[in-house]
């Protein structure tokens, strides 16, 4: 299906010319062979697809139409001819149960494109029951959906369910926009991060709802410039920058805005995490703020002893984590201890500032939130409920 742009008058010389735009055109995979039947394999008939749409050289729509499509796995590869690439997914996509063929690092994957917009209401379902805690592969379980070396990506009413691991992968991508996107995963599942974000900058995530069994957002090496505003989490980790310090050395998070998010029951609210032993690196310039915690624990949390499996070495985080604001942050804390901020000894926590800070522990009648401090300089203001631990600078 094509249809014209507006039309454009170009006088040169006294001589007029119309011009069109490039055409637009609406690839349908039930034209590629797609069965929709959620048994056969349809990636050769969505690869197909897309191989056209991006040879087609004006707006591009690869559609896949209500209906379940299996996928065993794909990889969504540009440089594409036109301005932009829309994915748009009204059916629902459902990844492989066979371990000989889920045992990848991906399982669909879009990468290499300047333009990309993912829409339509659409479900990715990773039937990720049918791995967690049984699987033999040799690598972490896989994705469901990973974005590599894009850049003007957005993302607007998309499910995804039960990931096999990280829903949402995002590498190397610049300008990137999140909206209306739904993740769900049974609170035991595990590593099944909602979006994970990495080497990457001017990412939004805006008006979400993720519940999942790690993190609901969690902002690695080279994150920068993240805002994240009007996301609901839980159940979940909570959101997350770090781990930092254990891959590589210099690792960089900075520039990170987070408003107007809820917690509901999670593990952790707001967290800097940081290995116990780690290589050198730096999160910076971070602000938390306007957050409402429900029966949170940890609500807020900086955490540079992490060692999840127990048998790291007793040194000092090398990770320097200072310029971190918490304002406004209000609610119920399901742990005594509300506010923690477990620093390095060799690299304090510096230019920590806490404003107007109201978490009260949520067992009725139950004695008072409290605060403890380690290596944390800076200053509190206005409320303060646990009273402030930090060291004056």
């Known amino acids: 299906m094509t249809s014209n742009s507006c039309f454009k008058i170009v006088f040169i010389l006294g001589l007029v010319f119309v011009c069109t735009n490039a055409q637009e055109k609406v690839f349908n995979v039930h034209s590629y062979g797609a069965k929709a039947d959620g048994r056969t394999d349809d990636s050769k008939a969505l690869l197909n697809g897309w191989r056209d749409a991006c040879k087609w050289n004006g707006k591009a729509t690869l559609l896949i139409p ?33 371990p000989k063929i889920f045992c990848n690092e991906y399982w669909v994957r879009f990468q290499y494109m300047n333009g990309l917009k993912i829409k339509g209401h659409g479900t990715f379902d990773g039937q990720g029951a049918c791995a967690w805690g049984k699987h033999q592969c040799a690598t972490p379980l896989p994705f469901t959906v990973g974005f590599y070396f894009i850049k003007n990506l957005i993302v607007h009413d998309i499910h995804s369910n039960n990931s096999k691991g990280v829903h949402i992968n995002v590498f190397n991508c610049t300008n990137g926009f999140f909206r209306h996107v739904k993740i769900t995963a049974p609170d035991d599942s595990p590593n099944t991060d909602g979006i994970r974000i990495g080497y990457s900058n001017n990412i939004h995530i805006v008006d979400s709802n993720i519940g999942t069994g790690d993190d609901c957002i969690s902002m690695v090496a080279g994150s920068q410039s993240i805002n994240i505003s009007g996301v609901t989490c839980g159940p979940g980790h ?3 920058i770090g781990s930092l310090g254990k891959l590589s050395k210099n690792d960089v998070v900075k520039d990170i805005h987070i408003k107007n998010c809820t917690f509901i029951n999670t593990q952790n609210g707001v967290r800097i995490k940081t290995w116990a032993s780690s290589m050198t690196g730096m999160a910076t310039n971070i602000t938390f703020e306007d957050i409402i915690m429900i029966k949170a624990s940890n609500p807020i949390l900086i955490d540079q002893q992490y060692c999840p499996t127990g048998n790291c070495k007793k040194q000092g985080s090398s990770v320097q984590v200072k310029e971190v604001t918490y304002k406004n942050i209000r609610g119920s804390s399901s742990s005594k201890v509300a506010v923690i901020f477990d620093c390095s000894d060799s690299h304090p926590c510096n230019g920590i500032i806490v404003k107007d800070i109201n978490l009260v522990y949520n067992e009725r009648d139950g004695p008072a939130t409290s605060s403890a401090c380690e290596n944390a300089i800076g200053k509190a203001t206005g409320i303060e409920l646990p009273p402030s631990c930090l060291k004056k600078s």
């Open 66 to 98: 209500l209906g379940e499509y299996m996928v065993n796995g794909a990889i969504f590869k540009g440089p594409c001819n036109g301005s932009t690439m829309t994915f748009e997914m009204k059916g629902v996509i459902k990844a492989p149960t066979d």
């Open 238 to 240: 909570g959101i997350s």
